[in-house]
Nanobody, 115 residues
Framework: QVQLVESGGGLVQPGESLRLSCAGS????????MTWYRQAPGKEREFVAS???????NYADSVKGRFTISRDNAKNTAYLQMNSLKPEDTAAYYC?????????WGQGTQVTVSS
């Protein structure tokens, strides 16, 4: 059974950093695209960043230059390094591993940026 588990969320002050992890189990994900999404209260889930199986990355304009996505295929894990966090980054963050029509989602981890 495939499972994705996010970790690393928490409460931080503006300007601080967090590193989120998304660990997959139950399969190997080397051919999968790994994507981070976030959803703030009362808003739709939005794309944050993705990394393909070849290592190509894409970012939402709102996080470019502040967030970095990476992956460790040996550990079946995706990472999201978040620097210079802003209050508007507050949301539940979700990871998704996808290939063709197959999508696996994690349960989410909360990030709160507040002074």
């Amino acid at each position: 059974q495939v499972q994705l588990v996010e970790s690393g969320g928490g409460l931080v002050q503006p300007g601080e950093s967090l590193r989120l992890s998304c660990a997959g189990s139950g399969s190997t994900f080397i051919t999968y695209t790994m994507t981070w999404y976030r959803q703030a209260p009362g808003k739709e889930r939005e794309f944050v960043a993705s990394i393909s199986s070849s290592g190509s990355t894409n970012y939402a304009d709102s996080v470019k230059g502040r967030f970095t996505i990476s992956r460790d295929n040996a550990k079946n894990t995706a990472y999201l390094q978040m620097n210079s966090l802003k209050p508007e980054d507050t949301a539940a963050y979700y990871c998704k591993f996808s290939r063709a029509w197959i999508n696996y989602w994690g349960q989410g981890t909360q990030v709160t940026v507040s002074s």
